[in-house]
């Protein structure tokens, strides 16, 4: 949940997060290797994560927090996945990519190198 002042300012604010499963998941391993508790279970982690028993807090509570204000205040407001966010960058970088590769003469292309290189 948000703090009032959060919610009353006119800030820009730019909430990103994960994947809640990858969140269940980095957690697990942290805690099982920080705190050396090799038998505790994915499932109990994610127990644990469901019911918002969590160290920095409930996950859904804070997520869902911005997202409502996202909706509230768009304009204050952008909320993503870091997942929507790399993706995001990747298409950036290919459309630079192919903007140089094309801004080249055409007996200069390398020709696959491109392909390789963005597949890679």
Do not use: Q
Not at 3 to 16: A, G, H, P, T, Y
Not at 38 to 50: N, Y
Not at 96 to 112: E, M, Q, T, V, Y
Request: with cysteine; net charge neutral; glycine share 6%.
């Amino acid at each position: 949940m948000l703090v009032d002042s959060i919610k009353r300012s006119n800030f820009l604010i730019v909430c990103i997060t994960h994947n809640p499963f990858d969140i269940v998941v980095s957690s697990w391993h942290f805690t099982r290797g920080v705190h050396n508790l090799p038998d505790w279970s994915l499932e109990d982690c994610f127990e644990m994560f469901c019911r918002g028993e969590e160290g920095f807090g409930p996950f859904w509570d804070h997520a869902l927090g911005y997202w409502n204000m996202s909706i509230e205040k768009p304009s204050n407001v952008l909320f993503m996945r870091y997942e929507e966010l790399k993706s995001l960058a990747l298409e950036r970088a290919l459309k630079r990519g192919l903007k140089w590769l094309i801004s080249r003469d055409a007996s200069r292309r390398p020709r696959g190198a491109a392909v390789l290189t963005v597949i890679g």
